[in-house]
Nanobody, 125 residues
Framework: QVQLVESGGGLVQAGGSLRLSCAASGRTVSSYVMGWFRQAPGKEREFVAAITRSGGNTYYADSVKGRFTSSRDNAKNTVYLQMNSLKPEDTAVYYC??????????????????WGQGTQVTVSS
């Protein structure tokens, strides 16, 4: 079992940047495919990004491609989401998640076993 804690959210103006961190404890994060999801008020949780166990491959939703970058430092047991050129529509609670089921990545929240508590990202126009 792994526990996940996100940090780095906050309020930023449109065009700004934030870096989210997801620190894992209890088990090494290298055992899992890691995903980032977000949920805005009144909307379903949606896939943002995922990164394979080795960090060699990353996958992104079309809405964030070219602006967001996921990375991982398995030695620090931490995964990151660098968010640049933020837009008001990026406003949401962001969650990191870990999957033992997926081989490379999945955009389906149902395939992720463990979730963090979320961190709020608010982008003002």
């Amino acid at each position: 079992q792994v526990q996940l804690v996100e940090s780095g959210g906050g309020l930023v103006q449109a065009g700004g940047s934030l870096r989210l961190s997801c620190a894992a404890s209890g088990r090494t994060v290298s055992s899992y495919v890691m995903g980032w999801f977000r949920q805005a008020p009144g909307k379903e949780r949606e896939f943002v990004a995922a990164i394979t166990r080795s960090g060699g491959n990353t996958y992104y939703a079309d809405s964030v491609k070219g602006r967001f970058t996921s990375s991982r430092d398995n030695a620090k047991n931490t995964v990151y989401l660098q968010m640049n050129s933020l837009k008001p529509e990026d406003t949401a609670v962001y969650y990191c998640a870990a999957s033992s089921k997926v081989q490379y990545y999945s955009a389906s929240p149902a395939l992720y076993d463990y979730w963090g508590q979320g961190t709020q990202v608010t982008v003002s126009s």
